[in-house]
């Protein structure tokens, strides 16, 4: 059992739980999310079954800036893993995904104006995570003449 500060309570270490709780203090310690506007396991409704994000960070407009789904180390990230947090995040709408297993790490940012997604070769921090989500971040890019 490990104490998780953000459910405040003792939850199981499973090997996704250390990955989770790794990312959590990453984004946290590192990348200055507030620790207010993450949430563990956030239920969400998906083809009228209820399913778990693994965690959510959410920005200051209380709506999900980051969805992560961590999966255990020994767990490569494929794209079938890729296809669960992208069918997730049809309902949730976040306009960066993390999928990662403590290992490997591969973040993407998702423009639902243009319809497209760009894999990024970082995390972004908590201010870069507010600029990508921004609306002018979703601007179609003008050709110069």
Not at 61 to 70: K, M, Q
Not at 93 to 115: I, K, M, S, Y
Request: with cysteine; charged share 20%.
């Amino acid at each position: 059992m490990i104490w998780d500060g953000l459910r405040r309570k003792y939850v199981v270490l499973t090997p996704e739980e250390w990955v989770r709780q790794h990312v959590v203090h990453y984004l946290a310690d590192h990348l200055g999310y507030p620790r207010s506007l993450l949430s563990l396991e956030r239920g969400h409704a998906y083809n009228q079954r209820r399913k778990r994000t693994d965690l959510c960070a959410f920005g200051p407009n209380g709506r999900v800036l980051l969805l992560v789904e961590c999966k255990a180390a020994t767990v490569r990230i494929d794209a079938t893993v890729a296809h669960q947090a992208a069918t997730y995040n049809q309902t949730i709408g976040a306009p960066l995904l993390l999928l990662t297993n403590g290992v490997q790490h591969f973040c993407w940012h998702v423009d639902p104006v243009n319809r497209t997604n760009r894999r990024l070769d970082f995390i972004p921090d908590f201010e870069t995570a507010k600029q990508l989500a921004s609306p002018a971040a979703s601007q179609p890019e003008e050709t110069s003449q």
